[in-house]
Every structure is written in C-alpha cells, then in structure tokens.
C-alpha cells in the first residue's frame, strides 16, 4: 500500500510539472533545476554567472532551502529577481511549489530560470518541477565515490560541475575516475570542472549555457 502512496503523490507532482513545462515553454523560459549537497557550490556558481551573465540572459533565481532566506539574500544583491522557497523541512522541492514560486515572477521578461534545490544528493533527483534540464554540482570535497553510490541525481542530470577544483591537491579526489564513473551512469553527461573561487574553468559554464538556454 504504501508503494501505491507514493505513486500517487508522483503522479499529482509529475502532472502539476508538465502545467509548468508548458507554461515555460509558451513564455520561452529555459529552466535549470540545480542540484547537489549543501556545501557543493550551487549559490556560488548561481553568483558567479549572475555577474557574468546578466547582460546576456534575463535571470530570475527561486531558491529552495529548509527554513532561511540566506541564500536569497546572497542572490537578491545581485539585482536579479529570487523567490524563496522554504519547505519547512522538505528534503526537496516539488513542482506544486515552483508553480507558486514562478507565480510571482514576470514570467515574459526572462530567458532563464534557475532552481536551486534544497541540499541534497538523493530526494530532489525524484521530483520533476517542470525544468528543461536538471544540472548537478559535486565539490571534489565530496569524494569521487559519489557517483557511484547517488547514481540517480547523476543520471538525471544534463551536466555535472565539478567544483572547488583549486583545492583538488589537499583532497584525494580522483578526477579521472570519478569522469568514468559519471560516463558509465550517463554516458551523454557534459563534465565541467571549475572553481568558483578563481574563476578557473567557469568559461565553459558560461558557454554551455549560452549554447543551450
Ligand atoms: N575553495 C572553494 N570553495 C568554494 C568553491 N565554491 C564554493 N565554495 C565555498 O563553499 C562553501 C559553500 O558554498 P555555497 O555556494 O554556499 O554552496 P551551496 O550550499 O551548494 O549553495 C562556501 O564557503 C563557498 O565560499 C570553490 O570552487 N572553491
Ligand atoms: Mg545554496
């Protein structure tokens, strides 16, 4: 009984999340549901191509986090519309919620929207939110095992960054391994490594983006 449950709360989001698809198909707004673990980099990222893409892409962020709006606020600073989303101890984001968030944005004035989803490696990789594609931040601090062990998250994702590259020589991440891991799960994943801190390989963040939105 309790497999049919859960059937059919997927059923109600995955209905409420193709409403959202065509929505943001009819206004021509490409969405990005970002995900990864706390810590991983996603709001860093989002400032980092905040600043270096605003002129070229009209962005809008929804931020989706458990109880604070300290996210919103780092985004809100860079002038670019944020809603914030707390799921009040939700390990993830659903698509009845991006509904509403998308609700309070000027849908006809974006190109992009990009979904910040709550920390986590497992949950958020289960529910559609009517995105065009879903993209995954791994910090090498996380370990290269994480591949293998969250599979899904990796499988589901257009493209996986792999961040805090400055630091790949304190740490033991293997790059190479962990890109074979990627590519055995999802064979067409795009890999990128990069490091908000420096900057260091952001461009081909910027031009993957550029390409796709
Ligand atoms: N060394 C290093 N630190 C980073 C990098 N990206 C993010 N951080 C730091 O990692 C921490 C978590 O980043 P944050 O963007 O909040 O991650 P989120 O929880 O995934 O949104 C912060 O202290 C960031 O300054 C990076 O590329 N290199
Ligand atoms: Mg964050």
Redesign the pocket.
């Known amino acids: 009984m309790k497999v049919e449950v859960m059937k059919n709360i997927l059923g109600e989001n995955d209905k409420i999340a193709e409403e959202n698809r065509k929505l943001f198909k009819e206004k021509k707004v490409f969405v990005i549901n970002l995900m990864?673990s706390?810590?991983?980099?996603?709001?860093?990222l989002l400032e980092r191509t905040i600043a270096n893409l605003k002129d070229k892409l009209k962005m809008a962020v929804i931020e989706g986090d458990l109880f604070t709006a300290k996210?919103a606020e780092r985004i809100e600073r860079h002038n670019v519309p944020v809603i914030q989303i707390n799921t009040a101890g939700g390990c993830h984001l659903d698509a009845p919620m991006v509904k509403r968030a998308a609700e309070s944005l000027d849908l006809d004035a974006l190109d992009l929207i990009i979904v910040?989803n709550v920390?986590n490696l497992v949950c958020p990789a289960e529910f559609d939110v009517g995105e065009n594609i879903k993209a995954v931040?791994l910090s090498i601090t996380e370990g290269d095992d994480k591949p293998l062990k969250y599979p899904l998250i990796f499988k589901e994702s257009a493209v996986a960054i792999l961040?805090?590259?400055?630091?790949l020589k304190f740490t033991n991440f293997n790059l190479e391994s962990a890109r074979e891991d990627l590519t055995t799960i999802h064979p067409d994943i795009k890999i990128i490594e990069?490091?908000?801190?420096t900057a260091e390989g952001l461009d081909k963040w910027y031009e993957f983006l550029l390409n796709t939105v």
């Open positions: 990864g706390p810590g991983s980099g996603k709001t860093s996210d910040e920390g931040v961040n805090k590259i400055d630091i990069t490091s908000c801190t």
